[in-house]
């Protein structure tokens, strides 16, 4: 298996524009996470599923973030509109089972808002 | 709730050195533990684990024991490389099944040659 897949790499936009971020996870994991990396705050779970269905969302940081996972294959993480506090790196990552076992992670998505 | 300690960094240590990072847990029952390592521009990856008290977690020269009675599963190695320089991160699942993994903020460790 490829691991996670996440796209872009990299992204840059412009303050009040749509950001959408895209994660793969593994085949045949059933739980996937988007977690946010920046220097003031560390590592910060946004949001988690199981079985395709969010369980929490309580680290979705406002309204402007938004995610989905409209099957096994495939989530996304979008923004709406971004600012330049939203800058950081994205990541997710899925597991087999939940948190009982290893969760591997993508390379992520570095975005800047300018 | 759960929760995981670790030491702030950075970490500065001359290739050969002993390195210890320390990781405390407050988890109920009986979590599985877990030391994640994050190279400059990757993912996090798993570096060990370990699922019950007194096992000890070894992969790439790094151990870390699963210590009950202190809740600590501290993080070492006899001799570092310049290649180990990374962030670990401590972590912990309490195994319900349906929670993800609470990690430590990371540790940032710097190797010299």
């Known amino acids: 298996d490829a691991g996670v897949i996440q796209s872009p790499r990299h992204e840059v936009t412009e303050m009040g524009q749509e950001v959408t971020l895209r994660c793969k996870p593994i085949?045949?994991?059933?739980?996937l996470f988007w977690y946010r990396q920046t220097m003031m705050r560390g590592l910060e779970l946004l949001i988690y599923?199981?079985?395709?269905?969010?369980?929490?969302d309580s680290g979705m940081p406002e309204d402007r973030f938004s995610a989905k996972m409209p099957n096994a294959s495939f989530s996304t993480l979008k923004i709406q509109p971004s600012e330049p506090r939203d800058s950081a790196v994205y990541f997710c990552a899925s597991s087999l089972d939940g948190g009982n076992t290893e969760a591997f992670f993508g390379q992520g998505t570095r975005l800047t808002v300018v | 709730g759960n929760s995981v300690t670790q030491m702030e960094g950075p970490v500065t240590l001359s290739e050969e050195a002993f390195l210890t990072i320390n990781c405390t847990y407050t988890?109920?029952?009986?979590?599985?533990l877990f030391w994640y390592v994050q190279y400059p521009g990757e993912g996090l990856q798993l570096l060990l684990k370990a699922t019950k008290a007194d096992d000890k977690g070894s992969n790439k020269g790094f151990e870390a024991t699963y210590r009950k009675e202190t809740t600590s599963f501290h993080l070492e190695k006899g001799s570092v490389q310049v290649s180990d320089s990374a962030v670990y991160f401590c972590?912990?699942?309490?195994?319900?099944?349906?929670?993800?993994?609470?990690f430590g903020k990371g540790t940032r460790l710097s190797v010299i040659a």
């Open positions: 972590a912990l699942s309490d195994r319900s099944g349906n929670t993800p993994l609470v």
């Open positions: 988890a109920t029952g009986y979590p599985s």
């Open positions: 085949s045949g994991h059933n739980s």
């Open positions: 599923f199981n079985n395709n269905v969010p369980i929490d």
